[in-house]
């Protein structure tokens, strides 16, 4: 399921934004969309995929993307990227990947794990490495983490497995990073 917004009137081939919803356990709601408004009005195709883990769409898709099945969030990411390219409103040499928080951590993974499907990537606030994110956030997100990452001290692999930052050498795409110098959730290391 995603939510797709165009610039009216325009049937040019569109440089596509796929924005990655922040959570893990968030979505993409259909109603007035900040980012997507601005982006329109500049002539850009949004979409935004709710991908497994994504909520709203039942606990069973809510799990689905949670410790080991991590990769498959990646294939929804990697489905959204090779629909938008087939459809005519679509420039396909221009689609990139944007998300902020655990949409920048996704944005980071497909740059990382795709980096043939992106023109380029734009990660605001996301998480690099999840064992340096787990041992610096608050415990209430350490917490609710585990269940979504993996626990520190048994599932230091999986971990690694899943960390960006341990295949930032795979990135040919241009990333821009922003970040807050005090963001609660997200430390300012991470990026």
């Known amino acids: 399921p995603e939510n797709l917004y165009l610039p009216r009137g325009n049937k040019a081939k569109l440089p596509t934004i796929v924005l990655v919803h922040g959570g893990p356990a968030g979505s993409s709601k259909i109603g007035w969309n900040v980012f997507a408004r601005f982006y329109t009005s500049q002539g850009y195709a949004v979409v935004e995929p709710n991908i497994r883990g994504s909520t709203g769409f039942g606990r069973a898709y809510e799990m ?56 380029a990537g734009v990660d605001m606030v996301g998480i690099a490495n999840l064992k340096t994110f787990l041992r610096s956030t608050a415990q209430a997100i350490r917490t609710v983490f585990v269940q979504e990452f993996g626990d520190l001290e048994a599932d230091s692999e999986l971990l690694d497995m899943w960390s960006p930052s341990k295949r930032f050498d795979r990135i040919k795409a241009p990333l821009f990073v922003g970040q807050g110098a005090n963001d609660p959730r997200v430390p300012k290391p991470e990026s």
Do not use: F, H
Not at 77 to 100: F, H, T, Y
């Open 64 to 119: 689905a993307d949670n410790r080991e099945k991590r990769g498959d969030a990646l294939k929804d990411l990697e489905s959204v990227n090779k629909w938008a390219k087939s459809q005519p409103w679509c420039d396909p040499s221009r689609v990139i990947v944007m998300g902020g928080s655990y949409g920048g951590y996704m944005t980071l993974m497909a740059l990382t794990r795709q980096p043939e499907l992106w023109r």
